[in-house]
């Protein structure tokens, strides 16, 4: 079966899944990850939000114990949550298991701009760049296959515009039924004591020898030939932008860059009068090259930062150091007007408060006319940071500090900072205020264990309380309050909280009025 | 390279900038053209910047448009137009919002499928696949007005 479809990246990929018969797609939320597993639980597939990256490879290393063909979906920084595991079974190897990272190059949506290729480096692991829509399909089809011959974790990456970028894609498979799965014991790859695992990391290096010299039969790059006056080493989305700038220059496409092939590279170079390595981000193939003595050239630093473009891949070639005009800005994001965060800024802004800030719409309560956000690091960072500046300030300002997070982003990795809260008690005690907006909000509206629905929006009957979970940490009080409809109510309790020297949790709950909308259509659907 | 045509959409979040791309790549798609489709989303607030740009013809590389090698700009809003006329080419054509009829229509949600058909106007596509495509990506109970607002656009002109 053949068939011409018009996909994004992330709906090629998802697509590739069911085709590859994968059983099961964890992942968290994170743009410009999360239309993946949606797409999954369309065509079908089995897909779950796990709370946060670091528990869904987890999951997904356990279905790979099981026999399972599984995957995971993450934005860039998801893959720090989870580098614990990925080090580990990167040596221990693994089965028919993928990791997606989708790298946000120029930061579209979020807070830096990491090129995770360096983690196929660091952990051991090989690395999938796919370029457009099609070979998202192909390649993401190949990961499990690649996966399963050398036994190894494979890492998937993607970036902004290979996510959401839609072109046509011509569909060659179609769905396929999981096979049977089954336990078989093998403690000396799964139990990783160090008798063990001294023995993993050799074999970990040794497969990714193999892996290099499968790399270089060509099979994971395309060479087009060109005029002697420049040959292209390229990966990722800078394939489709190099191919334009420039149509008469040799090109070596890589699609697996990592562990590169070396002696491909060092052949194609040899052929040109100059060789240029293209590719967004860091200089990753590059330094490849340069370790190996291959003759090529970087672009200048000042391409290091942002997307690239067609533009800028001319300019890379020309050899232009001139510094760009910078694009006209546009309107920049600001909460929704109506939405649930507004007046709790502005009582926290009127009291004076330092806010500890976290990751989700709400960090937008940093620009005015709220001006209340101070810090906002990584997801659940809020807690722990606002605990280390009581810990230290004076009292008058400590006792100013208030932490603010999310429903989504606590149960993501919130709740150990509330532990901390409790175990390592400021002497000011400390106020922890939760956004309870009932949802996912800014990566599209996603649901997460304390919704009471599941990834595919179906209702469940298990429910994680955000309230049960921080009376059981042992807090001094708890409230909650609309702090729409009740602001007088929550000013006057964060007043009283920031007097006392007591550990105490506000719930502001009111849903986001995109997230209300979204429920009341899903019950006119009866669901 | 062969002919490629480009259109850029801008607005702000919420004008339904993505939804008049989303029927229009269909459309091209559907009508035997490479396409490629890109605009940077994921934010879910609303009222910044939006654009969405689409490339089509025998065959397209990179999903963004060179700067500079926009043939076509829409906009759905008089605050979006300026900052997006350097991503126009030389004598390129910018469809603005105040000289298009969207006074004229009962419910301005409709004012992106209006623009569409403005759009249409300056491409070679014919009418009958636009409005199959609009009837695709719309709820049958906002087609109606929205099908009244494409034929509005494609006539044009001020009142
Ligand atoms: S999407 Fe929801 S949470 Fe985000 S700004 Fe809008 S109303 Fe607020």
Redesign the pocket.
């Known amino acids: 079966m053949s068939e011409k479809l018009f996909l994004s990246g992330n709906e090629a990929i998802a697509l590739a899944a069911i085709d590859a018969g994968a059983h099961l797609g964890c992942g968290y939320p994170g743009t410009p990850s999360s239309e993946i597993l949606e797409n999954v639980a369309l065509n079908g597939g089995k897909a779950e939000w796990a709370p946060n990256e670091k528990v869904a490879l987890e999951v997904a290393i356990g279905a790979s114990f099981a026999g399972a063909r599984s995957f995971v979906t993450m934005k860039h920084v998801g893959l720090n949550v989870a580098a614990d595991p990925l080090f580990t079974i990167a040596c221990a190897g693994a089965s028919g298991l993928v990791v997606i990272t989708a790298d946000d190059p120029g930061m579209a949506s979020s807070q830096n701009e990491q090129d995770n290729r360096r983690y196929a480096v660091a952990a051991g692991v090989p690395l999938l760049e796919p370029s457009n829509s099609q070979e998202a399909y192909d390649l993401f089809r190949q990961a499990f296959a690649l996966s399963e011959e050398f036994g190894t974790l494979v890492l998937f990456r993607v970036t902004t515009r290979v996510c959401h970028s839609k072109c046509v894609v011509i569909r060659d498979g179609s769905p396929v039924t999981p096979r049977p799965t089954g336990y078989v014991k093998d403690i000396r790859n799964r139990v990783m004591i160090p008798a063990f695992a001294r023995v993993a990391h050799r074999n970990m290096r040794d497969r990714l020898r193999r892996l290099e010299q499968r790399n270089e039969t060509g099979e994971f790059s395309t060479e087009k030939s060109g005029t002697p006056e420049l040959g292209i080493i390229v990966s990722g989305i800078s394939y489709e932008h190099a191919r334009e700038a420039a149509p008469e220059a040799g090109m070596l496409h890589l699609k697996m860059t990592y562990p590169a092939p070396i002696e491909l590279m060092r052949n194609f170079a040899a052929k040109y009068q100059r060789c240029l390595v293209i590719e967004e981000g860091d200089p990753f193939l590059y330094e490849q090259c340069r370790i190996h003595s291959i003759p090529v050239e970087g672009k200048p630093e000042m391409f290091r930062f942002g997307e690239l473009n067609v533009g800028r891949v001319r300019r890379i070639i020309s050899g232009a150091a001139e510094d760009e005009a910078p694009a006209p800005a546009g309107k920049p ?4 007007v ?5 007046k709790s800024y502005e009582v926290l802004r009127d009291l004076g408060c330092i806010v500890a800030g976290d990751i ?3 960090t ?1 309560g940093v620009l005015p006319p709220f001006s209340a956000v101070d810090t906002c690091v990584c997801m659940g960072a809020s807690i722990p940071t606002g605990l280390g500046m009581r810990h230290v300030l004076p009292e008058k300002d400590a006792r100013r500090v208030v932490s603010v997070i ?1 429903d989504s982003t606590f149960l993501h990795t919130g709740i150990n900072g509330l532990v901390e809260m409790v175990y390592n008690r400021p002497a000011t005690g400390h106020l922890l205020v939760i ?1 309870d ?1 009932s ?1 996912t ?2 990566t599209g ?1 996603q649901e997460h264990p304390g919704t009471g629905r599941k990834l595919d929006h179906t209702r469940t009957e298990h429910r994680v309380s955000i309230d049960a979970l921080v009376k059981a940490a042992g807090v001094d009080h708890l409230d909650v309050c609309d702090s729409t409809l009740e602001t007088e109510k929550f000013r006057s309790l964060v007043q009283e909280r920031l007097a006392s020297n007591d550990l105490s949790v506000i719930i502001c709950r009111r ?5 209300a909308a979204q429920e009341k259509k899903l019950r006119e659907a009866g669901k | 390279m062969k002919k490629v045509t480009n259109v850029i959409v801008a607005g702000l979040g919420g004008q339904g900038v993505l939804k008049l791309t989303d029927i229009l790549a269909d459309v091209l798609f559907h009508e035997g053209y490479d396409v490629k489709k890109s605009e940077v989303h994921g934010m ?3 009222g910044g910047s939006v654009s969405s740009e689409i490339r089509f013809g025998e065959e397209i590389a990179s999903p963004m448009i060179p700067e500079g090698e926009a043939d076509l700009l829409v906009s759905l809003d008089s605050t979006q137009t300026q900052i997006n006329l350097h991503r126009l080419r030389e004598g390129g054509t910018v469809i603005r919002p105040e000289d298009e009829p969207i006074g004229e229509l009962s419910n301005p949600k409709c004012a992106n499928v209006l623009m569409l058909g403005a759009l249409s106007r300056h491409l070679d596509i014919p009418e009958q696949a636009l409005l199959d495509g609009i009837a695709k990506f719309l709820p049958a109970k906002v087609l109606e007005m929205n099908l009244a607002a494409f034929k509005l656009g494609r006539k044009g002109g001020l009142k």
């Open positions: 994001p600001q909460l929704c109506g939405c649930p965060h507004r989700g719409c709400y937008l999310g956004l907006n949802t909000a800014m509206l849903p986001c009025i995109l997230a | 879910s607030q609303r």
